[in-house]
């Protein structure tokens, strides 16, 4: 198939008209197939070495359904941040980044770092198919490298795991956790200079997030922790939009 | 439910984990093959003039700021969920705050404990419902309706979701990052890390602005790790 409507160079701004391309809904919905077909094997393979494992047929239709009852409320949460980010990446690339392999704060954060080093901003006029595309690819690089990673570690736990339990444990503590926190810092911090509206839009995003987790854990409500990155990123959005329409978004 | 004799019982665990082994891991390839896929068609295909040095630009700065977290958490999880749940739960993905719960509840509603055949078991059954209830509402609410409702929306308020979505998601993973892993030293450090880095370095070389974040995830890293607390338990 040739894609003959692109003829733009990739200079285009209409993102969603190369992120809806049939083959990426073909990718993504793959994705989906190679999941249940994953689950299917697996289900049959418990089934068969059930009484093995001291496990009953009963027990393991228990264990399904309550894991699936518990991921109802996640699931949605998950929905809710999805769909916010559908004007940014298209229906496809949600669905396999944000949706499954990956989660919306590594997923939006690696768009941005790619974007940045072509000189580009996520969302706005130099955010061009091009950028979209090269993004999209180091999204989906980033995502590989989590499978890689376990296909490469968990034969290795397998056989070792008493060995690289006894790695300092404060590497597996304070390192990552440094990791992590330098590198959403890092992408906040660096919207705060775009404009009045981003820094709103940030503050907002992080005062809700505060409140749903200060009231998970007062009223003892685990929904509220689900629920909270989704809420905060609406809330944030709809400030943003007024103050966008007041005139303190970035100047064009 | 028949009696196995020993043998019979360890040849029977002894197949499943083959089973399981060698589908997880094929399956696991397979989307991961998939998944980069289409990408890489767009890039190729799709006639955008991107340079393979853009490319690997972008690459290697998104490797450099995430290197860590791509190696530690798989072997975080891997006690919990045991060797057979890895090749699902890296695929399916939102273990921390999905599948883990669903685990939790399926291995207590059976009283299997985690690290056993039973739990282990119990784990990969649920995260097959769970995986069943998150495929369908993915399908369903993103697929169908979120199309139909980016179709429908105003111009004006897409734009301004693909503007700020970015800060917004930033702002409230920042407030769950520092929250959940209640660790005030490496926040702090990398505060000080990221603030030098963007307000003082990157004036002074501003050519630097595409691995400012890769830089602030090393330095703080580094900083931190010299920096920890010697009181916590010796190694």
Redesign the interface.
Known sequence: MM?TQ??E???STNI?S?A??P??W???L???A??????V???R??R?????????GA??????????????G??????L????????FG??????RI????????E???A???A???GAT???AT?T??VF???????????????????I???L??RG?HK???????I????????????????????IP?SA???I??????V???LC?FLAKRLNRVWLR?W??GF??VA??FV??AA?TAGL??VA | MTTLSPAQATADLAEFDRTTSRWGRLTMIAGLIISVGGPLYLVLFGNLGITSTQLWTAVAAVLGTFFVIWLVEPITYFPILGPAAMYQAFMIGNISNKLLPSVLVAQTSIGARPGTERGNFAAIMAICGAAAVHLLSLLVFVGILGTWLISVVPAGVTDVARIYVLPAVMGAVIVQAIISMKQLRPTLIAFAVVLLVQFVLLPLVPGLAMVSTAISVIGTIIIAWFARKEAQPAA
């Open positions: 894609p692109l003829v160079n990739g200079s969603l190369i809806n391309m083959v990426l073909a990718c993504a793959g994705v989906f190679v999941i249940i077909l994953q689950s094997i697996y289900i393979a418990a068969k070495a059930a009484p093995a494992a001291g496990i009953t027990e393991l239709k228990t264990s399904f359904r309550s894991g699936a009852v518990a991921a109802i996640p699931s949605l949460a998950v929905v941040v999805a769909i916010a980010l559908l004007a940014l229906t496809p690339a949600v669905l396999v949706g499954l392999i990956g989660s919306a704060a590594y939006t954060g690696a941005n770092i790619a940045t080093t072509m996520l969302g706005d955010y198919q091009q595309a090269v993004a999209f690819f180091a999204m989906s690089i980033g995502g590989a490298m989590w499978m890689l990673t376990t296909l570690a968990t034969p736990l397998k795991e690289l339990a006894k790695v300092n444990p404060l597996m503590t304070v390192v990552p956790a440094a990791a992590l926190l330098a590198a959403f810092i890092s992408i906040g911090i660096g919207e775009k509206a981003h820094l839009t940030l503050l907002t995003a992080g809700v997030m505060a987790l689900e909270g990155l905060a990123i944030a959005l943003a939009y966008h978004g970035p």
